[in-house]
């Protein structure tokens, strides 16, 4: 299929630590498939992580992380564009631009603001408030076709879409106006005790851990107190439902019967996880190793995608300067 026949997709990561399963289930597998079929951008959020990372150092690791585990699990620079969020000035012009057309009320609504009063955190900054405007942006830019996300992140695409044409009604037709792509049966991937996983819950199995960390990780998963040799149903189960994310049918019916014979502990079935992750991961934590060293090539490989990204989003952006005035010859 031809590049310029290839709907365009765009998802954004932010780099916040070593990736997990959830990370890898939820959205990497997807943008790694998806180079084949789509004309892809990836951007790593780092403008979006600020509104947690205030550490330098942190920021630089966690980015350089994020980027040699993608290129460790197949992303392919060639195909994809690939860039840090912080290297396309133009995200934050346009999210200003943005911003003087959206209401407060408006923003208040996005779940995570409502999540953060919930917790009674009174002092949350405006790069929180203001999240879903720059979110709009940084998608909005690039005139994709879909976005990838979990069902999580779908208020903020409709958010994009509700800007996009008040944009449009404004000054003209401009933007075109995304569709979520949502996959269903990895929208929600359970971490060790059974809440979705992730590192602000502490419960992540990250997948390019060295082996006694990831062993520990696993073996952490919480289970209820049916004997070994009782017959369980692997449908309550953690270990089960994490496991069934990266096996086979046939692994996973095999899986089903031991849980309902009896005499398969949740011991065992941690090992079972253990091992389908190692065997799952192998060539992915081998590259890991390999590519880490190489900081001249990763980050050669983020400037390239940089510039390409940023031929798109200065062509975009004048057009949006020219309608609202910026631009008169």
Known sequence: MAAENKKRILSGVQPSGRPHLGNYLGAMRQHIEMQKDF??????ADLHALTTVHDAKQMQTNTYDLAVSYLALGLNPETTIFFKQSDIPQHAELCWIFDCLVKVPFLERAHAWKDAKAKGKKEESVGLFNYPILQAADILMYQPDLIPVGKDQKQHIEMSRDIAETFNRTFGETFKIPEPLIKEEVSVVPGTDGQ????????TIDIFAEDNELKKQ??????DS?????????????VFNIYKLLATKEEIKDMENK?????????DAKKALLAKILEYFKEAREKYKTIYPQKE???SILENGSTKAKVLAEKMLKEVKTKVGYITR
């Open 39 to 44: 004309e892809c951008f990836l951007f790593i």
């Open 196 to 203: 979705k996983m992730s590192k602000s819950y502490g419960n």
């Open 218 to 223: 696993v073996m952490s998963i919480v289970t």
């Open 226 to 238: 049916i004997p070994l040799e009782e017959p369980k149903d692997p449908k309550k189960c953690h």
């Open 259 to 267: 849980y309902k014979k009896g005499g398969f502990g949740y011991g």
């Open 297 to 299: 090539m990763v980050y």
